[in-house]
């Protein structure tokens, strides 16, 4: 009975937290001319305050940051959140430059304490004025200066950390930045959905041998990637069962993406 409780509890807890919002700052409530750093965030290169949206496509309060003469890099950080390793989050914000080049990526930390580590994004950031461009994923080259656009990316906190921040910076000196509509939310749907038409199964969890893979229909491969991004095992099932050998990886958390037909699932196991 204690461990059906507790089952309930655990599931009750995921459905309530899934998709839970960490971070959400629009500016509305503090006043014109207020220092950026009230509204909670580290500026580093420049300063920041709150101010009405000159950029089209705005009218509200947001927050202007502007880049430090002489300075290489500006960046505006969120306030600590705390993170769960493993966990994807998504990010969303509105941003309008005046040299139409921004970066968004994580910094990650524990208890906000140096050292600290850059995350990039899961997969390229996109935007609704411009697109990826650049090596890093979440470098967006915007459409048209001056106007706002609203980016998106994700992010999976690495292994061993429990803070972050998120951070978008800017290059050349005497740029400005606009950020409006800041927020940060836990993706609860990061699983298995996209292959449940498949009956598709993958165990135990944790796992320190095998996994155990099966559906109603060919698997037609699998891929492991650590917390980093990188892939540590890409291995071609065209089986409905297998078993997928793992006990080289060393322990943590890994991402696993399955592959049947046109659908692709992702999903979380931790190695021990």
Do not use: W
């Not at 700052?25 to 220092?35: A, M, N």
């Not at 009405?52 to 509200?60: K, R």
């Not at 969120?78 to 990526?105: A, K, L, M, Q, R």
């Not at 891929?223 to 060393?250: C, D, F, M, P, T």
């Amino acid at each position: 009975m204690k461990k059906i409780t507790l089952f309930y509890l655990l599931t009750l807890f995921a459905l309530v937290f899934a998709n839970a919002q960490v971070f959400n700052q629009d500016y509305e409530s503090f006043t014109v001319g207020d220092p950026g750093g009230d509204a909670g965030h580290q500026l580093s290169g420049g300063s920041s305050t709150i101010e009405i949206a000159t950029g089209l496509g705005n009218t509200s309060k947001v927050l202007k940051a502007v880049h430090a003469s002489g300075a290489n890099d500006l960046y505006v950080r969120t306030s600590n959140i705390i993170v769960t390793e493993g966990e994807v989050y998504d990010v969303s914000f509105d941003v309008v430059t005046s040299n139409g080049i921004h970066v968004v990526t994580m910094r990650c930390s524990n208890d906000d304490v140096a050292p600290f580590v850059q995350v990039n994004a899961d997969a390229p950031a996109s935007s609704t004025n411009g697109a990826q461009g650049g090596a890093n994923p979440g470098r967006i080259v915007e459409n048209a200066n001056n106007t706002f656009g609203t980016t998106t990316a994700s992010f999976t906190v690495p292994a061993g950390y429990n803070r972050a921040r998120i951070q978008i910076y800017n290059f050349g000196a005497a740029n400005t930045m606009e950020i409006d509509n800041f927020s940060v939310t836990l993706n609860g749907t990061a699983s298995v959905t996209d292959l449940a038409k498949f009956n598709f199964k993958s165990y135990p969890n944790p796992a320190s041998e095998c996994l155990n893979i099966s559906a109603v229909t060919n698997i037609d491969k699998i891929e492991v990637y650590n917390l980093l991004g990188q892939e540590v095992k890409n291995e071609v099932i065209n089986s409905r069962n297998a078993n997928v050998n793992i006990s080289s990886l060393s322990n943590g958390v890994y991402l696993v993406k399955a592959f049947i037909q046109d659908a692709v699932g992702t999903y979380k196991f931790i190695k021990k």
